[in-house]
């Protein structure tokens, strides 16, 4: 991945939405959203299936979210990221990190025609930790 690219999605002036942020503490989109916001991002957690993530008010959809995201972070299944990704460039969401699992080929192509920043096969926690971001 481009290091450049990389270095832009962590600025922390980035707003991230983390979509398929979880309750469970053994699910990834539970740690990639806990990691964030205890680096000091500001960070939305996303899922219709949760009303709070650690405390917070969790948001059905990135349509509901009370500020557009720069940076949205997704950690579900490629038929879903593909869904996902068509709802940020309707919004105007620029940059789209897919973690290793939620890409698919139809998803980063989609991103790119549509001139759409992706981050994909990087895990964004292991990113910013060898970053010290």
């Keep these: 991945m481009d290091e450049k690219l990389i270095l832009e999605f962590l600025n922390k002036k980035n707003v991230f939405a983390v979509v398929g942020a979880s ?14 916001r205890k680096a000091g991002y ?14 917070d ?7 509901d979210l009370p500020v557009k995201p720069d940076v949205v972070d997704i950690v579900v299944p490629p038929k879903i990221t593909e869904r996902v990704v068509k709802t940020c460039r309707k919004l105007g969401i620029r940059k789209v990190w897919m973690q290793p699992g ?8 989609f991103c790119e025609e549509n001139g759409m920043d992706v981050v994909h096969g990087v895990c964004v926690m292991v990113e910013r930790a060898s970053r010290l971001v």
């Design 23 to 36: 309750r469970d503490p053994k699910k990834y989109g539970h740690q990639v959203y806990k990691d964030l």
């Design 102 to 109: 939620s890409e698919s080929e139809a998803a980063i192509k």
């Design 42 to 55: 500001r960070v939305y957690p996303v899922n219709p299936n949760a009303d709070e993530i650690l405390g």
């Design 57 to 63: 008010r969790c948001y059905p959809s990135i349509e």
